[in-house]
């Protein structure tokens, strides 16, 4: 039986709401192998980040050495990668050994807290996105990434092929957050929307994290970007309708169905 492999390279949350956490949870309810390359560690709960702790160039790149040279790897993501630094080290080892790759450009928690240092957009719009089979940034990061100003009114179409001219191969602005609730997919020749179900806030954290993490187990998988796309916003939209309430602030998404196993 073929065992899909995926990785992630990004960081831990402890809240075990988003970051590493939500992508190997994304990957085991795909069937997938998941992987991981930490980059940090965040102290993390469901209202605050409060202390970051980022790991050095050469542990993240043994702990990329580990995994290709034993297991392999058939698709990857990016999450939150927090500094130029760590941005330069990631894409540096990804250009030698190059795999679909799905970055998720996490700059701001769903607590407000800024995940990516001011300086680090630039290296992330320069080395990473390349690399990237598909870009995955919501309308914040997307307006961000596309240089305008934010609004609830965007045009994901005009931000699509504004973050596309940047060098990715594909975009999808991610529709949970707007007026508009669409995920947005351009792969430089098509404009594909895709529209999504929402199911308000409360069970909102990790919701782009599972959402770019199923993208890489169905590309994985050898599906197309759209059906992998279609799919990965039915399993991010389900993963929130099912979360669940922890903590004081937004509850964590449930991609394992957490719910069905406890009524077992």
Partial sequence: MTVHRCLTIATSDSGGGAGIQADLKAFAALGCHGMSALVALTA????????????????????LDAVFDDIGVDAAKTGM???????????????????????DPVMVAASGAKLL?????????????????????????????????YS???SRE?????????GA????????????????????????????????????????????????????RGESLEDAAREAADVAAEAVR???????????VDVLNLASLRAR
């Fill in 81 to 103: 990668l927090f500094s130029a630094t760590t941005i330069e080290t990631v894409a540096g080892y990804l250009a030698e050994r190059p795999v679909p790759l799905v970055v």
């Fill in 169 to 220: 191969a594909a975009v999808i602005v991610t529709g949970g957050h707007g007026t508009e609730a669409v995920d947005w997919l351009f792969d430089g020749r098509r404009h594909v929307p895709i529209p999504v179900e929402r199911y308000g806030e409360e069970t909102t954290h990790g919701a782009g994290c599972t959402h770019s993490a199923s993208l890489a187990a169905f590309l994985a």
């Fill in 242 to 252: 099912s979360g669940y309430r922890v903590g004081a602030g937004s509850g964590p």
């Fill in 44 to 63: 993390q709960s469901t209202t605050a980040v409060t202390a970051i702790h980022e790991l050095p160039p050469a542990f993240i790149r043994a702990q």
């Fill in 158 to 166: 005009e931000l699509a092929e504004r973050i596309h001219a940047l």
């Fill in 117 to 149: 240092e001011d300086d680090a957009v630039g290296a992330l719009v320069e080395r990473l996105l390349p690399l990237a089979t598909v870009v995955t940034p919501n309308l914040h990061e997307a307006c961000v990434l596309a240089g305008v100003p």
């Fill in 152 to 154: 609830d009114e965007a």
